[in-house]
């Protein structure tokens, strides 16, 4: 009888470590899920950004330093590679305020902020910011889930045994690029 309860718990608990392994791996391709999700929008703001640099050149272009900056920024951007998320986020960041330079300096240029070409890359970003903010929002959540897991009994026997780390959050260190810049029109 006492031989029955021991292989019954010793099968009950490969059982569950079986299933606590499996929601850490669940939650791991999650958190990789939401950093491609993060990733994909940054690169279409990327990939905006020369066009929206070449309508803002032909109306301002002694404005050529707020130009170079959002170039240089968006290049150091694209060498980047996904594992550094704490990186990524402040040359995001900075990359967003050179951004809102560039709006605020195509205030000063009525013919710009009437032009079509300009009003339509401004609306693509406007749509690409808030898919970047989605997509921020749901990596953090699964980053905080995979987190959790890690953390806590019983499923960080398991996480430690196989390895299982925390993932970092997709913050922004700097409290001025936490602001969303304004535009008016």
Same mark, same amino acid.
């Given at each position: ?6 292989? +019954? $718990?010793?099968? @009950? #608990?490969?059982? !569950? ?9 669940? =939650? ?65 960041? +900075? $990359?967003?305020? @050179? #951004?809102?330079? !560039? ?9 710009? =902020? ?72």
């Amino acid at each position: 009888m006492a031989t029955w309860f021991i292989l +019954a $718990l010793v099968l @009950a #608990l490969a059982v !569950l470590a079986i299933i606590l392994y499996n929601a850490l791996v669940k =939650k791991r391709q999650m958190v990789e899920e939401g950093w491609s999700g993060i990733d994909v929008q940054l690169k279409r703001r990327a990939n905006l950004i020369p066009n929206l640099v070449e309508t803002v050149k032909g109306y301002a272009s002694h404005e050529q330093d707020t130009l170079n900056e959002v170039t240089e920024l968006r290049a150091k951007v694209s060498g980047m590679t996904g594992d550094d998320v704490a990186g990524r986020a402040k040359v995001e960041g +900075a $990359l967003s305020q @050179a #951004l809102g330079r !560039l709006f605020a300096v195509a205030e000063a240029y009525p013919d710009l =902020k009437a032009s079509q070409n300009f009003s339509d890359l401004h609306q693509s970003l406007d749509e690409i910011e808030d898919a970047i903010q989605m997509a921020r929002r749901y990596y953090n959540g699964a980053v905080r889930a995979l987190n959790v897991a890690v953390e806590s009994f019983p499923s960080n026997l398991i996480a430690n045994q196989f390895k299982f780390e925390k993932a970092e959050y997709f913050e922004i260190d700097d409290e001025a690029d936490r602001a969303v810049p304004k535009f008016s029109f």
